[in-house]
């Protein structure tokens, strides 16, 4: 097995760390693909005469808007990138191994939207107005393409499906949540591009009320599928592992609450923008635009903690866990111990004691640094700061049945009780109780758990978590 270190960021979880650029990520670059659609049909409205300000719009405005977000997008694609392999190597690794012919796909649909963009931004006041339709539409199309080939990959992390019996790369891509994932995503892309039309229009100081309203009218159009997104929203929960849908539903608290936080946010706007733009044709100033445009990054960002977070405790469902452990290495590693690949030091001015917390620090590494600190946010130290030695051991060494939502303990006896000691001489720094020599009794009981909580997650494919727990009995 090749073992990646994990770079932790303490206070900052990990996670957190990738969480802030791929957030903003997501939300750029789906701005852009709904971006490029917005820009076809204002274009065609002035083509087609139906719109009298629709080309000040497209050619004087929202151009540098999309090219702003097809940059700052571009740049935080390379930040996930970057952030990702120093927190989960192996996860990455796998996603470039099995859809590698999908990422370079991308690619040439990415080099075909900067192309098309790139000529639209630099020629066209000097083509025709069908000249830039079919620009723009190839823009639009190459960004939705990308969309579409990423989708893929980032869904079967959730929902693997067939994929998981014979590595098909057509099962793996075309997977259970794909096409609902893929239609949700197409729809909040125009959301955001209809959101910042309206933002944008309230800038545009050349044109009177009236005119200003009639292009938010035009733009809110892009708002209308805004309706479909309950029943994809549905759609995608029963495709969801048995397991991850009691996470979203009431079994992790976060989850529920994020969860919440998208769906309240996108009816305020979904709302809003039906009943108010659409129906109505109401005028919506800069300020109430805005706010809606912050309601709708709240909502991305909550839809993307719940999307992450409702695969615990895999970071690839049923096929990696979360740490970057391979399910079936765990019962090898109960043997040989978490470090026995390990050769990485430890980073310098980490604090220990000595040998055993040392070791300790690094078993932390290994299993627990992906999504916890050891002081911090998701810090241990303040998780476990109640709980006695004895009762650390033991939960610990049964951890995917103290808490479902995490991978089983992957180490030997002498691993449990070095972290044991790290976590604890954390907390209190004394020294001399961390470094003494481990007790034989101590470590016949950890063994004793660790054997009695069994080296298999709580869910396996095709069953729920009730159901592996009846089997293991």
């Avoid at 220990?352 to 002081?375: D, Y």
Wanted: include cysteine.
């Amino acid at each position: 097995m090749e073992v990646f270190p994990v770079n932790q960021y303490d206070p900052l979880m990990p996670g957190i760390v990738m969480a802030m650029v791929a957030i903003v990520h997501v939300f750029m670059a789906q701005f852009a693909v709904g971006g490029g659609m917005l820009l076809c049909y204002f274009q065609w409205l002035a083509m087609t005469g139906r719109c009298e300000n629709a080309r000040l719009f497209v050619h004087g405005y929202f151009k540098w808007l999309v090219l702003i977000s097809f940059v700052a997008g571009a740049a935080t694609g390379v930040g996930i990138w970057f952030t990702a392999i120093q927190v989960s190597a192996p996860t990455i690794g796998q996603m470039i191994q099995n859809f590698h012919w999908i990422w370079a796909t991308e690619y040439l649909f990415f080099l075909l939207e900067i192309i098309a963009g790139y000529l639209f931004y630099r020629y066209h006041e000097r083509i025709s107005d069908t000249a830039c339709l079919r620009l723009l539409g190839m823009y639009a199309f190459a960004a939705w393409m990308s969309l579409f080939l990423i989708n893929g990959i980032i869904s079967w992390q959730l929902t693997p499906g067939g994929w998981i019996e014979d590595q098909s790369l057509f099962a793996g891509f075309f997977n259970p949540t794909f096409w609902p994932s893929t239609l949700f995503r197409t729809i909040v892309a125009l959301t955001l591009a209809g959101l910042v039309a309206c933002v944008v229009v309230n800038t545009m100081k050349e044109l009177d009320q009236e005119a200003k309203r009639k292009l938010i009218n035009y733009a809110a159009h892009l708002l209308v599928p805004m309706v479909a997104m309950p029943f994809l929203g549905v759609w995608f929960y029963f495709m969801m592992p048995t397991d991850s849908q009691g996470w979203v539903a009431g079994g992790s608290p976060a989850m529920t609450l994020f969860l919440n936080i998208a769906v309240g946010a996108s009816l305020a706007i979904g709302g809003y923008a039906f009943v108010g733009l659409y129906l109505q044709k109401l005028y919506i100033n800069g300020a109430t635009a805005t706010l809606l445009l912050l309601l709708a990054f709240g909502a991305t960002a909550g839809g993307e903690f719940v999307r992450e977070g409702s695969r615990k405790p895999y970071s690839i469902r049923y096929w990696m866990y979360s740490n970057g452990i391979f399910p079936h290495e765990v019962a090898k590693m109960r043997e040989e111990g978490c470090l026995a690949d390990d050769p990485y030091p430890l980073r310098d001015g980490t604090p220990v004691a000595g040998e055993i917390t040392t070791r300790g620090a690094k078993v932390f590494r290994r299993q627990c640094a992906v999504c916890h600190t050891v002081s911090g946010i998701n810090g241990v130290s303040e998780l476990t700061v109640t709980w006695d030695a004895d009762q650390m051991r033991m939960n610990i060494a049964k951890l995917q049945h103290t808490k479902p939502f995490m991978p089983p303990f992957a180490g030997n006896a002498e691993d449990l009780e070095s972290l044991v000691r790290y976590l604890k001489w954390f907390d209190e720094r004394n020294d001399e109780e961390a470094e003494k020599p481990f007790e034989e009794a101590t470590l016949k009981t950890n063994q004793k758990w660790l054997d009695e909580a069994g080296t298999m997650p709580l869910s396996l494919p095709g069953e729920t978590s009730l159901q592996a727990e009846e089997g293991e009995k």
